[in-house]
């Protein structure tokens, strides 16, 4: 199956901005590449907009690529025999994704489907391939930036099982507010029973979570978030940490 390109979009259907290859460098398995080895992975990248709703790829096909979420959001999910769907991890900016598949030179485990319009980058494993063959450093920079990307997961998982719901909640939308202090008001970019399921708890944890944060100055209507003080989540995040 293919994705879907966006209708009525500005983006070029084919290249990284400045910001773009900013925020490849923010990714731990781009982190340590040179700029040569950076500009020729992103030469050979196809970079496209999808559709909400659209799959990028499903369960038990080849994984002759691997992707990164440039803008929106993604989830990957497992199909059971009953065919319900099982959340394993939402993708979001500035994430990689499917690159250990494809570096296994297997099937993808799971399915991807965009929950937002979103903009993806895509190497494919010839491409990658041909990049190794110019540069064979860009093989010595992904090891190492994998195994800081593992680190990364392990304090993941040990916050998943650790931290208290509220806290979770509150890091993740902060994700959204912009620095500085002061007051903030967003949408939340996809539905809160899918964002529970991101940070590995029951919708009916969240809500009471979320509901935990008003005394902090957290609101919410619907699928809108209102900050009162910026300040006061991070100190609240940064104390629940302690």
Not at 32 to 40: E, G, I
Not at 91 to 115: L, Q, R, T
Request: neutral net charge; aromatic residues 8%.
């Amino acid at each position: 199956m293919t994705d879907s390109p966006v209708p009525n979009r500005s983006w070029p259907p084919n290249s990284l901005s400045a910001q773009d290859l900013a925020a490849l460098r923010a990714i731990p398995l781009f982190a340590k590449l040179t700029d040569r080895a950076l500009t020729l992975l992103a030469g050979v990248a196809q970079v496209r907009a999808v559709a909400r709703g659209a799959t990028l790829f499903v369960q038990d096909e080849p994984a002759d690529r691997f992707f990164v979420l440039l803008e929106g959001w993604v989830k990957l999910f497992r199909l059971t025999r009953e065919g319900a769907e099982a959340v394993v991890h939402v993708i979001g900016p500035a994430e990689s994704f499917a690159e250990a598949a494809m570096f296994a030179d297997g099937k993808f485990p799971v399915c991807a489907e965009a929950v937002t319009d979103a903009r993806v980058m895509t190497l494919t494993a010839d491409g990658f391939a041909r990049c190794l063959r110019e540069d064979d450093r860009i093989a010595f920079g992904m090891l190492g930036s994998l195994s800081l990307r593992l680190r990364h997961l392990v304090t993941q998982i040990e916050q998943l099982q650790v931290q208290p719901a509220p806290q979770r909640v509150a890091a993740f939308l902060l994700r959204f507010c912009p620095a500085g202090e002061g007051a903030a008001s967003f949408a939340l970019p996809f539905d809160k029973a899918l964002i529970a399921r991101r940070l590995g708890m029951q919708p009916e944890t969240f809500s009471r979570a979320l509901a935990k944060l008003r005394p902090v100055g957290v609101d919410s209507q619907g699928g809108t978030v209102m900050v009162a003080d910026l300040a006061a989540l991070r100190r609240f995040v940064e104390a629940e940490g302690d």
